[in-house]
């Protein structure tokens, strides 16, 4: 839900935030953050824990965050929006600097929360088509499934249940099983 103090917020709204508050910023609203519970973390070491290995195996070039790292990206008005997903790979690293990644991810994998769901399945994935992110995971633990978009594919994103492999299209032999 937006915070609705302002009618408009921007990017210096977000770095005035108190000390370990979060929030991102879809244009010019703010979505404050909650804490992630432990399931939630739970997923998202274990996926940025593979996602990690398999990089490093295969002595690749991309690198991979977890949040809060910050993702900007220019809005239709020209201004930046301000998202903190789950888990980010970046192989374009010349968009990296100490703020986070300017511009489209490769691979963003969001983890589902009961107060980010309606954004991360709506919101989010327009933003991540629309601006060129090449994948996105929607992970779900309340519903056990894995909502994967590609963006070469364009249309219906492809489901998967927690237990079934999904191969990750960035890299052609990388599969994740959730459970």
């Keep these: 839900m937006p915070l609705m103090e302002k009618e408009h917020y921007t990017i210096e709204d977000i770095y005035a935030l108190p000390e370990g508050e979060r929030a991102e910023l879809i244009d010019g609203q703010m979505y404050m953050m909650s804490p992630p519970g432990r399931r939630h973390q739970w997923l ?25 790292f910050g993702v900007f990206l220019k809005n239709e008005k020209g201004e930046d929006d301000y998202l903190e997903p789950d888990i980010v790979v970046v192989c374009d690293l010349d968009k990296l600097d100490e703020k986070g990644c300017h511009g489209a991810p490769d691979w963003v994998i969001e983890i589902v929360s009961p107060s980010s769901k309606k954004r991360d399945y709506l919101k989010k994935t327009a933003i991540y088509m629309e601006q060129g992110v090449r994948e996105y995971w929607i992970v779900d633990p309340m519903r056990e499934v894995t909502v994967v978009y590609k963006r070469e594919e364009e249309g219906f994103p492809v489901i998967y249940k927690f237990g079934e492999s999904v191969k990750a299209g960035i890299y052609e032999e990388l599969e994740i099983t959730i459970k």
């Design 44 to 68: 998202s070491t274990y996926l940025l824990t593979e996602i990690s290995l398999y990089i490093r195996s295969k002595k690749g070039t991309c690198e991979v965050y977890a949040a809060p």
